[in-house]
């Protein structure tokens, strides 16, 4: 199959659209990162998905509208807080669990009796979703275990050959996944960190954060996101925390300067040093493409100046621990 890259105009979201009202897949720009779409409510449109990225089966998949009115038939109920976070934080990027009603597959909830929805705010995203008048599937548009794609280009690395159309809606603004919430009676409980962070998020209620955020579940432990328990992120390199700041840092660096490696700090350190992002949110919006670029400049081993976990540093600190195993360089 050949794979068409198309700039996000009316014409691509034409065509993306056809594609995906019969039933087939195309990937989209989203603010978080790159979404591979099909037909939320199409069992076999959604088994595609499943195939071209490799995708564990119990990996449910978050269902995208463009507008308030797309939930209704999707869920059993909304919740009164989970109706004022949408007010604030939607379009954006917070996923929350509901209970699903008949309508969502099976195949879309990964056989759980929930379902996760979000409201994209980006553009191109909301454009294809409302030209369609069917909710969207679309998990990130990576070969499943790799890094996230936050350019057309990386999805076209993974998935050439087996998807006809990427809209190109440049780099994305975020570059994280979004944050994936459920509830627990008023709590609400953090599975998955994001754009939306624990503080915005305690404005309106508790915070609980899952224990799966920062730690390897156990073997056959059952974990509420079935995504949790998957290696993810990863690139070929291997990736390690390095739990030693500034100057402590740089010294463990030079120890290693020999290596085939990269040093990721958290600021400008001079020669030899990757500069990652002095914020969270620079942080967040290079990880993927940084871990990316390591395995096409062959890199053996990347080392990253541990983040700091708060704000949408417990995203990115949630993504590397992710990418390096949980592998931490510790004093
Ligand atoms: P992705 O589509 O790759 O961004 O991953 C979606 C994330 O949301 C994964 O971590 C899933 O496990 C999680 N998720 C999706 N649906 C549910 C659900 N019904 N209950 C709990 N977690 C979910
Ligand atoms: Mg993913």
């Keep these: ?71 209704k038939p999707l869920v059993v109920d909304v919740p009164k807080l989970a109706q004022k976070l949408a007010e604030r934080f939607w379009a954006g990027p917070l996923t929350m669990i509901f209970d699903k009603t008949d309508v969502i597959p099976g195949v879309t909830s990964g056989g759980l ?15 294809v979703i409302e030209k369609c008048g069917f909710p969207l599937a679309a998990p990130s548009a990576n070969l499943s275990g790799k890094p996230s794609p936050t350019s057309a280009r990386h999805v076209f690395e993974d998935m050439n050959g087996k998807i006809p159309l990427i809209i190109d809606g440049g780099e994305c603004t975020v570059g994280v996944e979004s944050t994936v919430i459920c509830f627990n009676g008023d709590k609400i409980h953090i599975l998955r960190p994001g754009g939306v962070t624990a503080e915005m998020l305690s404005e309106f209620a508790e915070v609980e954060i899952d224990k799966a955020v920062e730690t390897a579940p156990k073997q056959d432990e059952r974990v509420i996101s079935p995504g949790m328990k998957y290696k993810h992120y990863s690139p070929k390199a291997d990736v390690w925390i390095v739990k030693l700041r500034a100057e402590k840092f740089v010294k463990f660096c030079e120890s290693r300067k ?74």
């Design 1 to 71: 199959m050949f794979t068409k890259i198309e700039p996000f105009c009316e014409e691509s979201v034409r065509e993306a659209a056809q594609i995906l009202k019969n039933g087939g897949i195309a990937a989209i720009p989203t603010e978080t990162v790159y979404g591979l779409a099909a037909n939320a409510l199409d069992e076999n449109a959604v088994k595609s998905i499943f195939t071209a990225k490799g995708r564990p089966q119990d990996n449910p998949l978050i269902v995208h509208i463009s507008n308030f009115e797309m939930i």
């Design 113 to 127: 009796s929930t379902v996760a929805v979000r409201m994209p705010a980006n553009d191109a995203a909301r454009a």
């Design 258 to 331: 020999d290596e085939n490696a990269w040093f990721l700090s958290r600021g400008d350190y001079g020669k030899g040093f990757i500069n990652f992002g002095e914020t969270a949110e620079i942080q967040a919006r290079r990880l993927f493409r940084l871990l990316r670029e390591a395995d096409e400049n062959n890199i053996e081993t990347v080392y990253v100046e541990i983040p700091d976990k708060s704000g949408v540093g417990l995203a990115v600190y949630n993504r590397l621990i992710r990418a390096a195993g949980f592998k931490v360089v510790d004093e």
